[in-house]
């Protein structure tokens, strides 16, 4: 039988997530207004970008007196907008600053890992669902051909990309369809701080072989257990933890996980100082 985690989310928006443990978190889906929050953040803080390197690229044009600015900037326009959302989802985090603003999340539907290739495929979709025809029309507009037919298809092609999400109960883009991936609303936290035990409680010593088991992915799956406030589905993951690491089970399975949890962390982004980043428990085993 699955552990699911207490929300206070509409039963609507509640879906089943599972963890590499077998623990039901039950998460809570973004809504559509904050995603769309989330969007424009985003959308903001690149024509800022665009804007900054307009002016670099404009100043060098004029000292230059050649074609090679605009060409740069065809090519910086198309990597900003695809790299922007791919290369943030693709980390740790699994959000863009917009999307970590409003405390949302990419998480894969199936329970799994977000992928390169899932992160990808949904934001390629972004490309044709709004940026291509939008940037088609701009360009038809700026040459002064384009006519009433070309803007009302544009814009009837992207609003029926943008409002998709009304019209299905999970609140999925075309790209989340096609990438297997949920937009997820995250708890309010900060990570290691409050989840460690207290300063003058003697803190577990855990062996290498213990803290190799997991990667990023699972440190937060952990964090969702530890904070989701079900005993059943803590002692679960505590003991799950304890037999695959060989460890014995003091009956502290609350302070076994946050020190686990501060351990691994520290592990982690030690790893990181030294250029070394591994995102789940596979990962040792793909690298070889």
Known sequence: MRNARRTNAPVARRRSFVTPEGVDLQLELGGAGTRAAAFLIDVTLMLIVMIAVTLALFALDKATQADIAKILWLIGAFVLRNGWFVLFEMGGRGATPGKRLMRLRVVARDG?????????????????EVFLPLSFLGAQAAAGTADAFLTIFAMLWTGIFLFF???????????????????????????????????????RIFPETALTLYGNYELQALEDVIRGGDDLARITVA??????????????????????????????????????????????????
């Open 112 to 128: 799994a890992r977000l992928t390169a290739g899932a992160v990808l495929a949904r934001n390629a979709m972004r490309e044709i």
């Open 165 to 203: 999400p009304l019209f299905n109960r999970d609140r999925l883009r075309i790209g989340d369809l096609v990438a297997g991936t949920w937009v997820v609303q995250t708890a309010v936290s900060t990570l290691a701080a409050d989840l460690a035990p207290a300063n003058d409680l003697p803190r």
């Open 239 to 288: 003991a799950a933890i304890r037999r695959k690491a060989g460890l014995p089970d003091d009956g502290d399975d609350d302070g076994f996980l946050a020190d686990y949890y501060a351990a691994l962390c520290a592990r982690l982004e030690g790893g990181l100082l030294v250029g070394r980043r591994r995102l789940d428990k596979l990962s040792a085993v793909n690298q070889r």
